[in-house]
Structures are given as C-alpha cells and as structure tokens.
Nanobody
C-alpha cells in the first residue's frame, strides 16, 4: 500500500523551470520504483521519467532528456522532477507513479504501474 501526493505544478513561461515533488507514504513506500507520467488534454498518459529504489537507474523519455532531472530522497520518501527549459509542449497534468516491481521506462504503459498520485497541473505559456 503506497500513497502518493504530487506538488509543485503551476504556470510558467516558455524557457522557465519548475520542480515537482512526490511524497510517498505507506508500509512499502521506501521499497518501490517510482516515476513520472504526464497527460496532455486529449492525449494518452505517457512516460516522462523513472528512477529505481536506490536511485541507481534513471530513465527519461526522449522528449525531456537534457531538460528534466529525476531524483529521489529515500529518507524523505520523496521523488522530484526538476524541469528546465520548459516548452509549451510540456503542458500536461503530471502524475507520480510507483510500483513494487516495475521501473517505468519509455515503453511502460500506465496500466503497469500499481500506484498513482492525483496529479499536478503544469502549464507552459509561449
């Protein structure tokens, strides 16, 4: 049982930055792989970034490589997504996700993830 709560979304101009946080709680919250997905209006939910339990394995969608950085603090049971050089195409609801077995990557469909947060809106204006 894992509960995830996202925060940090907002409105930013193109080229700006935001830092998203995902706080995890529950009995197994410290032993799950975690990641971020996003869903733009009218689009399917898509993978953004993933990180292993220890932080030793990190994966990014091609669209965000070089701009976004995922990290985790296992003492705080929190995963972060630092988003730099934001583009209007990054506008979406960003969801934190976790799973006991799956480390999300470019080919991971959302149905494979066992736990989800409520999402936080990121809007990038041109």
């Amino acid at each position: 049982q894992v509960q995830l709560v996202e925060s940090g979304g907002g409105l930013v101009q193109a080229g700006g930055s935001l830092r998203l946080s995902c706080a995890a709680s529950g009995r197994t919250s410290s032993s799950v792989a975690m990641g971020w997905f996003r869903q733009a209006p009218g689009k399917e939910r898509e993978f953004v970034a993933g990180i292993s339990r220890s932080g030793g394995i990190i994966r990014y969608a091609d669209s965000v490589k070089g701009r976004f950085t995922i990290s985790r603090d296992n003492v705080k049971n929190t995963v972060y997504l630092q988003m730099n050089m934001l583009e209007p195409e990054d506008t979406a609801v960003y969801y934190c996700a976790a799973d006991n077995k799956i480390l999300p990557g470019a080919n991971t469909t959302p149905d494979r993830m066992g736990y989800w947060g409520q999402g936080t809106q990121v809007t990038v204006s041109s």
